[in-house]
């Protein structure tokens, strides 16, 4: 079982890089990718949670981009995560991901809602993002889940909802290259509206993206199919995973979504996982 798709407290997850480790473990995986936004500050204490075992980490980060007026997620896997460039850029997106958190929290109170932002702070254990935000709505009964909450509240194009800071493309390209990784799309058919994706990966690939995330808990068997296809016809490596944030968050558990083995023979996953 293969998952390289993941998050922990380091940035919007419920787990804390040493407590997924265990849960993959428990959950009998292989091979594991904590992939945090904007962050590689978890995957110290992951590795050091993988001492003595079996699995194999992969490092990766998720990162959001503006292109062609769509909002797109990147997945970076094989970084060095100590690389000081790559560290000091990462920080500087967190800390404003972190203003646009609390400026969410803001809108929401402005709607009426006893939100706070110490409170979400102590929920998150560690960078904030929308699923902990989320939680509050769901324990103090403004939401029945953590899917309402998006739907209604800090979902695209809710009334609390505020884009991501990013960089260009290119900048976030150059960003992994230089700390020894590569770059994908990630989740290419998430979301409500997605964007024609056999028209606008051209484009996207001349940016210097060399992947593409094929299996997600949001693709359905035709649309894994088309994007399959479209690795293949594009010569990109694939990734997959469940986008794990938490066991309160859809899918809810770790492997949720089959990756055929093979993923880990190519691109930045062949010979490029860590061992402790």
């Not at 060095?80 to 997106?93: A, E, F, G, I, K």
């Not at 609390?160 to 799309?185: D, F, H, K, N, R």
């Not at 770790?254 to 010979?271: R, T």
Request: aromatic share 6%.
């Amino acid at each position: 079982m293969i998952d390289l798709h993941t998050h922990s407290t380091a940035s919007d997850g419920t787990l804390t890089p040493m407590e997924l480790v265990e849960a993959a473990r428990q959950a009998g995986l292989t091979a594991l990718a904590l992939t945090d936004h904007d962050t590689v500050d978890g995957i110290e204490a992951a590795l050091d949670a993988c001492w003595g075992s079996d699995l194999i980490l992969y490092a990766g980060v998720e990162l959001t981009v503006r292109f062609e007026g769509h909002g797109l997620h990147l997945l970076g896997y094989g970084v060095d995560h100590t690389d000081v460039t790559l560290r000091d850029t990462l920080h500087s997106l967190a800390a404003r991901r972190e203003q646009r958190a609390r400026r969410m929290i803001e809108a929401l109170r402005e709607m009426g809602l006893t939100i706070t932002w110490e409170r979400v702070r102590e929920v998150a254990r560690g960078s904030v993002g929308r699923p902990h935000i989320g939680r509050i709505l769901v324990e103090d009964g403004y939401a029945r889940d953590l899917n309402d909450a998006f739907a209604r509240y800090i979902g695209s194009s809710c009334p609390a909802y505020l884009p991501s800071a990013s960089l260009p493309v290119e900048e976030l390209v150059g960003l992994i290259e230089s700390a020894g990784g590569q770059i994908g799309w990630a989740h290419p058919y998430r979301g409500k509206q997605p964007p024609n994706v056999p028209a606008l990966l051209p484009v996207l690939l001349r940016t210097g993206l060399t992947g593409i995330e094929v299996y997600h808990p949001d693709h359905d068997p035709a649309m894994t199919a088309v994007l399959r296809g479209l690795a293949e016809h594009h010569g990109l490596w694939w990734s997959g995973g469940s986008d794990f944030h938490g066991p309160a968050r859809a899918p809810g558990r770790l492997g949720a979504v089959s990756v055929p083995p093979a993923v880990l023979e190519q691109g930045p996953f062949a010979d490029n996982g860590l061992y402790r």
